[in-house]
Every structure is written in structure tokens, then in C-alpha cells.
């Protein structure tokens, strides 16, 4: 009774009234919190449907590459293409023998001139002899040069033949298709169009024959050229300098083997089968493996993924390795160390740098650090460094200075989090047994936040090896994979990315072409590598908050 | 009343508890010279958190081998003059001994020339939560050793087996030393914290609330260790539970508001304290 009183008193309702009093919603019938509720469940369902979307549209349109690329590899035996490469490698063998010599001719002429002083004319006079040699031993493959054009011609023609019945075949399913919807006037004129492309089938067995005639020929060029080799030889020109005549043994040896080379060749040429189907796995395997990226080429299309991946792969580890030690020293020394005001400058500071444009620093790449690299490894004195002096502004080394730059607050502020977490009385049990700041840091601090410190290396990892533009501007952008024969100077050497490579292809191929799909595999390839680098991240943080309890 | 200042000359009564210290932590097996009757000589210390001032001329002394319990209610200094005893307050920014001085056998800790490193190892600490380091029960124990540069495992098996059997832990645990400490009960991480402070010998163990985190049984098992390791060091105890400061001590400091209020024999301070405010705190009316 007295509630009641009290409650009319204030101008507020029964209890019973208001607690049946719910108000229909204002919207569409909702009420306030449903319609919230409703809108943030909208956002997340259309991010995670874009989300299936876009990886949806990716693996679709890469899968398309396989059976394409098996088409490609089809014709390309059937035409012969395959058959001819053989043959193009021994005669590659025998140019870069020609190049030898040709390098030990320079040495010779850099000897006489800048040791002996001789004139350049008179030098040119005392190379007479080599000279003769060297033009009588790259008159030995002209034969074989004759032959390999007029069977490059051969095939060639066949492939273009191929390659023109291939368009027809799609035009002429163009009209039929059209004609499934069209009035009975339009459809006849449709089929009479139809009717006059005629598509071409091929014979690549009867073509062949014409190649195969080409072998007797190919025998005798063989046989000729090894005797004159063998004549050749034992006239071989002899140097007084103890370096140039083991050059010139060396030669002699290049020449021998050349000669088993061409018996291996033409075995086999023998054993080539031109019916012998192409494997899906092979078709796979010429992505996943092949060491070419070759595009747009009159001869065949190779897109082999290797010199990509592992342009990317070298990029990113050089860019770790850099960031590493800086992004985990920053992160231990601001939050151990350093003085609350280090604190609030080092932090936003190291932050800041994740806001600079990546073009920005592409750009600053080019124009001062390859140039600065550079200069600095034409410095007589650092002669020893492997790689030095660089031959090009542009390489691994400049990108993967600027990719640290950009992975460097990634690794800090997470690994400074991961330190962050450390419980404090770890801290301090260390310090309470008389440990110093050194050890505690050592043995305390950065083991328990490892796992943390891991995920952040490994996501500073992904973020390296997405990026685009950096690598885009300052990698050098050659399609070759590392060559890792000649030491740690590979980190010198050009390189193309996967990330570049699409950013710089992707615009001018034809679309649903098998390039265009070749590229849409690279994608697939860098989207998996990103998915696993974050699954793996996860996974460690996830044991890490376990373990720590 | 007996005052903190009375102390600094000890009554006949206290002289009778203070047995003769034979060795006292040894370095390299050498005994130390005797230890001091008085272990730690607190002289008129005031501290400051940056501008607010914490403690106001503090001055009690430490008696070696003997449990010393600090009580009060929360916020009343008591921490903060145990954390000043090993220099633990060094790490907390704008924290400072003002005036004053802490004297352990005679030597001002905070003098510009003392080691801390030193101090800390000689001073030991076991903290209000469990601490164990996220690593191996035996790495937990030889942590303090190694990081001295001790590595002779015959030495380490020694050292860790004395302080678990020190920590009455050693039958518990002596079959699992290479698993994760983080695996053990509370109390057993507590009583492992205390095996790892002792491991590195010191004269003066500080504990902080020991057993606030623990259950009746498990504080059961750190007060009769506190009772057996008196034997051994000097021991310092702030605690929250007055039951607990009346059995484990010999001596009770009573502090309110960062002035020591009383200082005493622990039995006479829970039956007959001389100060109103110490009669009314153990007897539960405030605090």
C-alpha cells in the first residue's frame, strides 16, 4: 500500500503495470537491441560471404590451369616441340662453349695489352692464331644450325595450324551456342556460318614423317662434326701462361664430353615416343616444379612456379633476418629496459613506420638505397664480401632491407605484447634471487614470451611475403631462380616474386587464357602459404596462453 | 610500551632468546664471520612513492634466527618496509628511501657501493602468489645457482635435493624434478618457492603473505616449515592472518597508516599490548 502511495508520489508506475509493460519495437517491429543485433550479424555474414566468395572465384578460375596446361604440353609433344628441344640443348651446349673461348681470348687480350703493353693492333695481331681456332671451332655447329632451323620451321607450323583450328573450333561453338535462342531466320544465318569455318584435324603422325626424314641427316651432321672436333683439337692452340693453358685443358674436356653428348642426344631422339600420353600429374608437376616462367613465346609457354617461389621465399628470409634481431631487441628493450619516456617515443615511433605507403618506400628503394648498396660494394676494400660488387642497383638485398623496415613493427608490437604478458612476479622471483636484469631477460622473460615471439616472427613473415610493391620496385624483377651454386652472392642477384609477378601480369593477359590462369595459381599458391603462416601463429599463441595459465 | 627505539638496545628478556649464530651462509664452504645477534638494523627509515610518503621514521631491529611477523591492516606499510629490506622497490619507478637507513651486519643497503645483485642473494624472497618459473621443478631450484655460474651437476642434484628436503617437499616430488613446476598444487608451488629461495643459501628469508593464496592444509604445511627453517635463517613474515602471526612468531611489529605502532615479543603483543590501537587491531575491532 505505502509502495504504491510512494511510487504514484514519484510519477512512476505500479510495479505490475511496468514490468508488463514491453514496447513494440520502433523498427519493422524491433526493438532497439534486436535491430543492433541484427545489423552486426548482417556485417559478419556478408564479410564471410565475400570472404567464401573471393576464394571461391580464386581456386575456380586457377584449377582451370591444370587441364589447360595439359592441353599445352599435349600439343606441344604431338607437334614435335618437345622432340626439337632435344636437339636445341646440344646445340645450347655447344654456344656455351663458344663463350668460353671467347672469355680466355679476353683474358688473353687483357694480359697482352695491360701486362705486356702491347698495342691494341698489334695485341689483335698476336690473337691471330686464336682467332683462327676459335672461328674454326664455331663454324663446327653450322649444320647442325641449318638443320635445327628447318626443324624448328617444321614444327612451328604444325603448332600454328594446331593453334588456329583450336580458335575456329571455339568460334564455330560460339554460333552454334547463340543459335539455342534465336528466331528460325537468325539461326539458319548462324549455321551457315557455322558451316563455313571448316576446323582442321591434324594429322601430327603424317606431319612428323616430314621431321623424322630429316634424321639420316641429322646422323651425318653428327658424325662430321665430331671428327672435325677430334681434327680440331689435336691443333689446339698452346699458352705459355701456366692459368690460360689449364683454361684452355678445360676446354679440351668441354669438348669431349660434348662429343658423348651428342651421342647421348641422338639416343635420345631415338627413344623419343611423340604417342606417349601426357599424365595429369605431369601437367601438375610442369606448375609446381618447372623452372621456367616463360610467356608469351612463339616457341611454348612455360609456367613453372620455382624461380617465383623462390625469389619470394629468398626476399622474405633476407627480410626476416634483418627484422629479427632489430623488431625482438626493440620489443625487450622498451618493455624491460627502457625508461617510461623511451617508452612513449620508441612505441608510436616504431608504429608509425607500418603507416608509410609501401610505394613510398618502393620508391625510396630505387632512388637511394640500391644506389647507396651499390656504391658501397664497389668499395675496393669490401672486395671480400661474397656477391661484391653488386652488378645490379635493384636486387634481393635492397628489397629485403625495405620489406624489414615494413615487417619490423609487426614483430615488435607483438613480440612486445607477447613480453607484455609475462607475468610480472616472474620479474621479480628472478630478481629476488639475485639475478641481473641481463639474466632475467635471458633466462626469465624472453623464453616464457618464445611462443609469443614465435607467432610474431611467423606473421612478420606473412606480412613480408604478401607484400607487393617493394618487391615490385626493388627485387630487379628477372624471372631466374637463385643461383645458389655461387654462394651467398645470390642475394645479389635479380629475382621475381610471385606477389610481383601477378601485380605486373595480371593486367595485360587475355582473360581465361591459360597466363591468366597460371597467374590465378601463383595466387592460390601465396594464399595458402598465408593461410598456413597464420594457422601456424595461432596455434603457438593458442599453447602459449596455456602454458602460461 | 616498548618501543622500536628501546630495541636498538636489546633488553636482557630478547638478548636470552638470540642464540649464538655459528655459520650463517657460507661462500665457498668458508664460514662467515659470526652474524650479528641483530640481523637487520632499521634506522628511523621513511619511503616515498613518488610524492606520498609510504612509511615515517620506521626504526626496529631484526633479530637472526628468529621469526619476525609484521601484521596491519592493508595499506599500512607493512609490503613496503619488507620489499625495502632486499631493495625490491628499486624496480618500481619514483619509489625511494628518503632518509634513513637499513643496516644488515652493519652495512647500509642502500649506500651507492652496495651490490644489490649481492644483497638479493643474501636476502632472499618468497612472494605473496606462488611464483615458479614456467620450467622444470629442477630447473626452478638450481635457477639461482646457475645463473652464479654453477654448472657441476653433481653439486645442482646436491643443492636441489638439501632444499626440497629444506622445503619438506623432497618425498612429494622426488620422482617428477624434470617435469614443469606450473603441473604442482598450490602449496606444493608455494613450498617449491621457498626450496628455490633457499637453494641459493641466504641469511634472511622475506616472505610476503606466504600462505594468503593457500588452503588451511597447505598453510599448515608452510607455517611448520617457517618453524623448522628458523633454525637455519632469519625470517621475516608479513601476514594478514593475526592466528598465523601468533603461531610462527617470536616477534610481532604492529604498523598502521606507515608508522610502526608497536614492537614486541609476539606473546606480548596479543596479550597484553601496551598501545590501544594494537589491543583493538589483534583483538579484531578494526582492520
Same mark, same amino acid.
Given at each position: 500500500?505505502?509502495?504504491?502511495?510512494?511510487?504514484?508520489?514519484?510519477?512512476?508506475?505500479?510495479?505490475?503495470?511496468?514490468?508488463?509493460?514491453?514496447?513494440?519495437?520502433?523498427?519493422?517491429?524491433?526493438?532497439?537491441?534486436?535491430?543492433?543485433?541484427?545489423?552486426?550479424?548482417?556485417?559478419?555474414?556478408?564479410?564471410?560471404?565475400?570472404?567464401?566468395?573471393?576464394?571461391?572465384?580464386?581456386?575456380?578460375?586457377?584449377?582451370?590451369?591444370?587441364?589447360?596446361?595439359?592441353?599445352?604440353?599435349?600439343?606441344?609433344?604431338?607437334?614435335?616441340?618437345?622432340?626439337?628441344?632435344?636437339?636445341?640443348?646440344?646445340?645450347?651446349?655447344?654456344?656455351?662453349?663458344?663463350?668460353?673461348?671467347?672469355?680466355?681470348?679476353?683474358?688473353?687480350?687483357?694480359?697482352?695489352?695491360?701486362?705486356?703493353?702491347?698495342?691494341?693492333?698489334?695485341?689483335?695481331?698476336?690473337?691471330?692464331?686464336?682467332?683462327?681456332?676459335?672461328?674454326?671451332?664455331?663454324?663446327?655447329?653450322?649444320?647442325?644450325?641449318?638443320?635445327?632451323?628447318?626443324?624448328?620451321?617444321?614444327?612451328?607450323?604444325?603448332?600454328?595450324?594446331?593453334?588456329?583450328?583450336?580458335?575456329?573450333?571455339?568460334?564455330?561453338?560460339?554460333?552454334?551456342?547463340?543459335?539455342?535462342?534465336?528466331?528460325?531466320?537468325?539461326?539458319?544465318?548462324?549455321?551457315?556460318?557455322?558451316?563455313?569455318?571448316?576446323?582442321?584435324?591434324?594429322?601430327?603422325?603424317?606431319?612428323?614423317?616430314?621431321?623424322?626424314?630429316?634424321?639420316?641427316?641429322?646422323?651425318?651432321?653428327?658424325?662430321?662434326?665430331?671428327?672435325?672436333?677430334?681434327?680440331?683439337?689435336?691443333?689446339?692452340?698452346?699458352?705459355?701462361?701456366?692459368?690460360?693453358?689449364?683454361?684452355?685443358?678445360?676446354?679440351?674436356?668441354?669438348?669431349?664430353?660434348?662429343?658423348?653428348?651428342?651421342?647421348?642426344?641422338?639416343?635420345?631422339?631415338?627413344?623419343?615416343?611423340?604417342?606417349?600420353?601426357?599424365?595429369?600429374?605431369?601437367?601438375?608437376?610442369?606448375?609446381?616444379?618447372?623452372?621456367?616462367?616463360?610467356?608469351?613465346?612463339?616457341?611454348?609457354?612455360?609456367?613453372?612456379?620455382? !624461380?617465383?617461389?623462390?625469389?619470394?621465399?629468398?626476399?622474405?628470409?633476407?627480410?626476416?633476418?634483418?627484422?629479427?634481431?632489430?623488431?625482438?631487441?626493440?620489443?625487450?628493450?622498451?618493455?624491460?629496459?627502457?625508461?617510461?619516456?623511451?617508452?612513449?617515443?620508441?612505441?608510436?615511433?616504431?608504429?608509425?613506420?607500418?603507416?608509410? !605507403?609501401?610505394?613510398?618506400?618502393?620508391?625510396?628503394?630505387?632512388?637511394?638505397?640500391?644506389?647507396?648498396?651499390?656504391?658501397?660494394?664497389?668499395?675496393?676494400?669490401?672486395?671480400?664480401?661474397?656477391?661484391?660488387?653488386?652488378?645490379?642497383?635493384?636486387?634481393?638485398?635492397?628489397?629485403?632491407?625495405?620489406?624489414?623496415?615494413?615487417?619490423?613493427?609487426?614483430?615488435?608490437?607483438?613480440?612486445?605484447?607477447?613480453?607484455?604478458?609475462?607475468?610480472?612476479?616472474?620479474?621479480?622471483?628472478?630478481?629476488?634471487?639475485?639475478?641481473?636484469?641481463?639474466?632475467?631477460?635471458?633466462?626469465?622473460?624472453?623464453?616464457?614470451?618464445?611462443?609469443?615471439?614465435?607467432?610474431?616472427?611467423?606473421?612478420?613473415?606473412?606480412?613480408?611475403?604478401?607484400?607487393?610493391?617493394?618487391?615490385?620496385?626493388?627485387?630487379?624483377?628477372?624471372?631466374?631462380?637463385?643461383?645458389?651454386?655461387?654462394?651467398?652472392?645470390?642475394?645479389?642477384?635479380?629475382?621475381?616474386?610471385?606477389?610481383?609477378?601477378?601485380?605486373?601480369?595480371?593486367?595485360?593477359?587475355?582473360?581465361?587464357?591459360?597466363?591468366?590462369?597460371?597467374?590465378?595459381?601463383?595466387?592460390?599458391?601465396?594464399?595458402?602459404?598465408?593461410?598456413?603462416?597464420?594457422?601456424?601463429?595461432?596455434?603457438?599463441?593458442?599453447?602459449?596462453?596455456?602454458?602460461?595459465? | 610500551?616498548?618501543?622500536?627505539?628501546?630495541?636498538?638496545?636489546?633488553?636482557?628478556?630478547?638478548?636470552?632468546?638470540?642464540?649464538?649464530?655459528?655459520?650463517?651462509?657460507?661462500?665457498?664452504?668458508?664460514?662467515?664471520?659470526?652474524?650479528?645477534?641483530?640481523?637487520?638494523?632499521?634506522?628511523?627509515?621513511?619511503?616515498?612513492?613518488?610524492?606520498?610518503?609510504?612509511?615515517?621514521?620506521?626504526?626496529?631491529?631484526?633479530?637472526?634466527?628468529?621469526?619476525?611477523?609484521?601484521?596491519?591492516?592493508?595499506?599500512?606499510?607493512?609490503?613496503?618496509?619488507?620489499?625495502?629490506?632486499?631493495?625490491?622497490?628499486?624496480?618500481?619507478?619514483?619509489?625511494?628511501?628518503?632518509?634513513?637507513?637499513?643496516?644488515?651486519?652493519?652495512?647500509?643497503?642502500?649506500?651507492?657501493?652496495?651490490?644489490?645483485?649481492?644483497?638479493?642473494?643474501?636476502?632472499?624472497?618468497?612472494?605473496?602468489?606462488?611464483?615458479?618459473?614456467?620450467?622444470?621443478?629442477?630447473?626452478?631450484?638450481?635457477?639461482?645457482?646457475?645463473?652464479?655460474?654453477?654448472?657441476?651437476?653433481?653439486?645442482?642434484?646436491?643443492?636441489?635435493?638439501?632444499?626440497?628436503?629444506?622445503?619438506?617437499?623432497?618425498?612429494?616430488?622426488?620422482?617428477?624434478?624434470?617435469?614443469?613446476?606450473?603441473?604442482?598444487?598450490?602449496?606444493?608451488?608455494?613450498?617449491?618457492?621457498?626450496?628455490?629461495?633457499?637453494?641459493?643459501?641466504?641469511?634472511?628469508?622475506?616472505?610476503?603473505?606466504?600462505?594468503?593464496?593457500?588452503?588451511?592444509?597447505?598453510?599448515?604445511?608452510?607455517?611448520?616449515?617457517?618453524?623448522?627453517?628458523?633454525?637455519?635463517?632469519?625470517?621475516?613474515?608479513?601476514?594478514?592472518?593475526?592466528?598465523?602471526?601468533?603461531?610462527?612468531?617470536?616477534?610481532?611489529?604492529?604498523?598502521?597508516?606507515?608508522?610502526?605502532?608497536?614492537?614486541?615479543?609476539?606473546?606480548?603483543?596479543?596479550?597484553?599490548?601496551?598501545?590501544?590501537?594494537?589491543?583493538?587491531?589483534?583483538?579484531?575491532?578494526?582492520?
Amino acid at each position: 500500500m505505502s509502495a504504491t502511495t510512494e511510487n504514484r508520489s514519484l510519477g512512476r508506475l505500479p510495479t505490475r503495470e511496468a514490468l508488463l509493460q514491453k514496447r513494440r519495437g520502433w523498427f519493422f517491429g524491433m526493438s532497439g537491441d534486436q535491430f543492433v543485433k541484427y545489423l552486426f550479424q548482417g556485417n559478419a555474414t556478408i564479410s564471410i560471404i565475400v570472404l567464401g566468395l573471393i576464394t571461391f572465384t580464386i581456386f575456380r578460375d586457377a584449377v582451370g590451369f591444370i587441364p589447360m596446361n595439359h592441353a599445352s604440353l599435349a600439343v606441344y609433344r604431338l607437334a614435335g616441340l618437345e622432340y626439337v628441344d632435344i636437339y636445341r640443348e646440344q646445340l645450347t651446349t655447344h654456344s656455351t662453349m663458344s663463350r668460353y673461348l671467347a672469355s680466355v681470348r679476353a683474358q688473353k687480350l687483357d694480359q697482352l695489352m695491360n701486362k705486356e703493353g702491347l698495342a691494341p693492333a698489334a695485341a689483335m695481331a698476336t690473337l691471330a692464331e686464336f682467332d683462327d681456332f676459335a672461328n674454326r671451332f664455331a663454324d663446327t655447329i653450322n649444320e647442325q644450325e641449318t638443320l635445327l632451323g628447318s626443324m624448328t620451321d617444321l614444327v612451328t607450323a604444325v603448332k600454328e595450324r594446331q593453334t588456329v583450328s583450336e580458335d575456329i573450333m571455339v568460334g564455330k561453338q560460339y554460333l552454334l551456342r547463340a543459335m539455342a535462342g534465336a528466331t528460325p531466320e537468325r539461326a539458319a544465318e548462324l549455321q551457315r556460318a557455322a558451316d563455313v569455318l571448316t576446323v582442321e584435324v591434324i594429322d601430327f603422325k603424317a606431319e612428323f614423317q616430314r621431321v623424322l626424314a630429316l634424321r639420316p641427316e641429322i646422323a651425318a651432321a653428327n658424325t662430321s662434326q665430331v671428327a672435325a672436333l677430334k681434327a680440331l683439337m689435336a691443333g689446339a692452340p698452346k699458352f705459355a701462361d701456366s692459368d690460360l693453358q689449364r683454361r684452355m685443358e678445360k676446354f679440351q674436356g668441354f669438348v669431349q664430353g660434348y662429343c658423348q653428348e651428342v651421342e647421348v642426344t641422338a639416343q635420345k631422339m631415338a627413344a623419343w615416343d611423340q604417342s606417349k600420353p601426357i599424365g595429369w600429374l605431369e601437367s601438375f608437376n610442369a606448375f609446381a616444379f618447372g623452372r621456367k616462367w616463360v610467356t608469351a613465346s612463339f616457341w611454348q609457354d612455360w609456367y613453372g612456379i620455382i !624461380p617465383l617461389l623462390s625469389g619470394s621465399l629468398l626476399i622474405a628470409f633476407l627480410a626476416l633476418l634483418i627484422a629479427l634481431p632489430l623488431g625482438v631487441a626493440a620489443a625487450v628493450y622498451v618493455n624491460q629496459v627502457a625508461r617510461p619516456v623511451e617508452q612513449k617515443i620508441i612505441k608510436p615511433y616504431i608504429e608509425f613506420i607500418s603507416a608509410i !605507403p609501401s610505394v613510398v618506400l618502393g620508391f625510396f628503394g630505387i632512388a637511394m638505397l640500391g644506389e647507396t648498396l651499390r656504391r658501397v660494394s664497389q668499395i675496393p676494400a669490401l672486395d671480400w664480401v661474397p656477391g661484391f660488387p653488386m652488378a645490379e642497383r635493384l636486387n634481393p638485398t635492397t628489397a629485403a632491407c625495405l620489406l624489414a623496415l615494413m615487417a619490423i613493427p609487426t614483430i615488435f608490437s607483438l613480440a612486445e605484447d607477447a613480453i607484455n604478458n609475462v607475468p610480472r612476479s616472474f620479474k621479480e622471483a628472478s630478481f629476488a634471487l639475485g639475478a641481473t636484469r641481463l639474466q632475467t631477460i635471458i633466462h626469465i622473460i624472453v623464453p616464457a614470451a618464445l611462443s609469443g615471439i614465435m607467432a610474431a616472427i611467423l606473421l612478420g613473415f606473412g606480412r613480408v611475403i604478401g607484400e607487393t610493391m617493394v618487391v615490385l620496385l626493388c627485387a630487379g624483377n628477372r624471372i631466374q631462380t637463385p643461383d645458389l651454386t655461387s654462394g651467398l652472392g645470390v642475394i645479389f642477384q635479380p629475382v621475381h616474386t610471385m606477389t610481383g609477378i601477378i601485380a605486373q601480369e595480371m593486367g595485360e593477359v587475355v582473360r581465361n587464357s591459360i597466363h591468366y590462369r597460371a597467374l590465378f595459381m601463383v595466387g592460390v599458391v601465396l594464399f595458402l602459404i598465408s593461410l598456413l603462416i597464420n594457422w601456424l601463429a595461432q596455434k603457438i599463441v593458442r599453447r602459449y596462453r596455456i602454458s602460461i595459465g | 610500551m616498548v618501543t622500536a627505539s628501546a630495541m636498538s638496545a636489546p633488553s636482557p628478556s630478547v638478548q636470552s632468546l638470540l642464540r649464538p649464530v655459528v655459520s650463517v651462509g657460507s661462500v665457498n664452504g668458508a664460514p662467515t664471520p659470526l652474524a650479528p645477534q641483530i640481523a637487520i638494523e632499521i634506522d628511523d627509515v621513511d619511503f616515498c612513492y613518488g610524492a606520498s610518503k609510504a612509511l615515517h621514521d620506521i626504526t626496529l631491529n631484526i633479530a637472526a634466527r628468529q621469526v619476525t611477523a609484521f601484521i596491519g591492516p592493508s595499506g599500512c606499510g607493512k609490503s613496503t618496509l619488507l620489499r625495502c629490506l632486499n631493495r625490491m622497490n628499486d624496480l618500481i619507478d619514483g619509489a625511494r628511501v628518503t632518509d634513513g637507513q637499513i643496516r644488515i651486519d652493519g652495512v647500509n643497503i642502500y649506500d651507492p657501493r652496495v651490490d644489490v645483485i649481492e644483497l638479493r642473494k643474501r636476502v632472499g624472497m618468497v612472494f605473496q602468489k606462488s611464483n615458479p618459473f614456467p620450467k622444470s621443478i629442477y630447473d626452478n631450484i638450481t635457477y639461482g645457482l646457475r645463473i652464479q655460474g654453477e654448472s657441476n651437476k653433481a653439486r645442482l642434484d646436491e643443492v636441489v635435493e638439501k632444499s626440497l628436503r629444506g622445503a619438506a617437499l623432497w618425498d612429494e616430488i622426488k620422482d617428477r624434478l624434470h617435469e614443469s613446476a606450473l603441473g604442482m598444487s598450490g602449496g606444493q608451488q608455494q613450498r617449491l618457492c621457498i626450496a628455490r629461495a633457499i637453494a641459493v643459501e641466504p641469511e634472511i628469508i622475506l616472505m610476503d603473505e606466504p600462505c594468503s593464496a593457500l588452503d588451511p592444509i597447505a598453510t599448515a604445511k608452510v607455517e611448520e616449515l617457517i618453524h623448522d627453517l628458523k633454525k637455519q635463517f632469519t625470517i621475516v613474515i608479513v601476514t594478514h592472518n593475526m592466528q598465523q602471526a601468533a603461531r610462527v612468531s617470536d616477534r610481532t611489529a604492529f604498523f598502521y597508516l606507515g608508522k610502526l605502532i608497536e614492537y614486541a615479543e609476539t606473546k606480548v603483543i596479543f596479550m597484553q599490548p601496551a598501545n590501544a590501537q594494537t589491543e583493538a587491531y589483534v583483538s579484531g575491532r578494526f582492520g
